[in-house]
């Protein structure tokens, strides 16, 4: 709702590319650190006739830090060294590290550094007439820089739940509800109720322990691969809201490499690597062994009372694995939502699994470096293999080189399987028929297209 009244210098597009927004351009010295940015001209606040400058952009950078770590935005602060003003309408923005993966902590949303203005001062489409702790009422910005929205108010409504938020739906008490359930295409009718299904960053992935001998051979993790019917899963568990990738980069991103695609359900191909790398069902009871050693994995997944959709993931995977004879024992742990202290974070910190299904929400810029070699990077992948990938990456100077250097990475992820990605969650935006011109939307940004929406009325 706030990306209606407050905007930020660079925007994400559809695809997850950089486009501009309050800045209009901006460029590179020779170190790749060092960015040149050029904000709009003329762009005004709600309040007064004052028009943005770099003191607003210099306040809010210096806002965010006062913050401390533990703000939305704390990481895009940390990523930048100083902002300095060359002009009223002139940065010169010092990063920490080259590449143009970097701008991507511009994102953050940019404050009226006046102090007299209130605090809802903003200079997006909408601005902020009322408020109250369950309902904010936004007014369209006439002034706005691009051409003023066609929906002249909005009225956004906070609700105890997203079930019920989607009951106040049904009742006719809101006209657009985002959601995450994957029941949510129950909700479309012909002419009334339309259902857009978009992409998320939250990848479902099977994490796999490289301290398993057994799972240290490439050959097992591309056979686990090649065992599981994704399809299946995604069919009968997310009821066809998710998308099957054999990468962590969004298959809409444009920075996704569709060659990438390698692991089909094939079982048959499973078998087959399972022998090359000398597993044998010697005796005949329909587990694979090496010598006496059997090929029995534990399967780690979080006991939630809100989220069966792993649980039952992970009894379908379970049962396909032993197709190809993989025993597997699935082992439950509590988890509860950003606490690090929750046991299913502990037992995959102490590398307590063989297999684990979790959940990864992914940056917009691409980053794997969380996962592959930082604080995410759990079950023992060697990292000094992943860096100098990693690093290319992210110090490629622009979009071609990002793409190139991204694809790299994302051909090597298919070859070495350091986890297995097993598809992208769907969410969906459940709203109003009469709500026309919505367009191509992310779960990032639901309200990207707002100002191009309208309302189709009776007889029109």
Known sequence: MYSLVYESLVACDESNRLVPALAQKWSPDDTGRVWTVVLRNNVLWHEGDEVLSAKDIIYTFEKIKSYGKSTYYAEAASAIEQIEEVDAATMRITMKTPGAAALYSLLFPVLSSNPTTSSTNGTGPYKIVSATETMVELKKNSRWWRQAPYIESVRCLSRESNSVALDSFEAGLLNMVPTSTVSAGKYREEGVTNVLDIMSQDAEVLLVNHVNAGLRN??????????????????????NRAMICDVPVPPDSFLYDESTKSYDYNPGRA??????????????????????????????????????????????????????????????????????????????????????????????????????????????????????????????????????????????????????????????????????????????????????????????
């Open 218 to 239: 490439a050959d097992v993790r591309r056979a686990l691969a090649h065992a599981i019917d994704r399809s299946s899963i995604v069919s009968n568990v997310y009821m």
């Open 271 to 460: 078998s087959t690597l399972l022998t090359s790398a000398g597993w044998s069902d010697a005796d005949g009871d329909g587990i694979l062994e090496q010598g006496t050693r059997k090929l029995k994995l534990k399967l780690l997944v979080n006991e939630s009372t809100e989220n069966a959709y792993r649980n039952n993931a992970a009894a379908l995977i379970a049962a396909q694995l032993l197709k190809v004879g993989i025993e597997t024992e699935i082992i439950t742990a509590k988890l509860s939502i950003a606490d690090e202290e929750s046991g299913f974070v502990k037992k995959l910190a102490a590398g307590e699994f063989d297999l684990a299904l979790a959940g990864f929400n992914l940056e917009r810029s691409g980053n794997l470096a969380p996962y592959l070699t930082g604080s995410r990077s759990y079950g023992n992948i060697p990292a000094e293999h992943w860096k100098p990938l990693l690093k290319s990456a992210a110090s490629a100077p622009d979009e071609k080189a990002m793409r190139e250097a991204h694809s790299a990475l994302q051909q090597e992820f298919v070859r070495e399987l350091p986890f297995i990605m097993l598809y992208f969650r769907m969410n969906s935006l459940v709203y109003n028929a009469s709500i026309q011109n919505v367009g191509e939307v992310r779960s990032t940004d639901v309200l990207r297209t707002v100002s191009r929406w309208y309302i189709k009325t009776a007889g029109s």
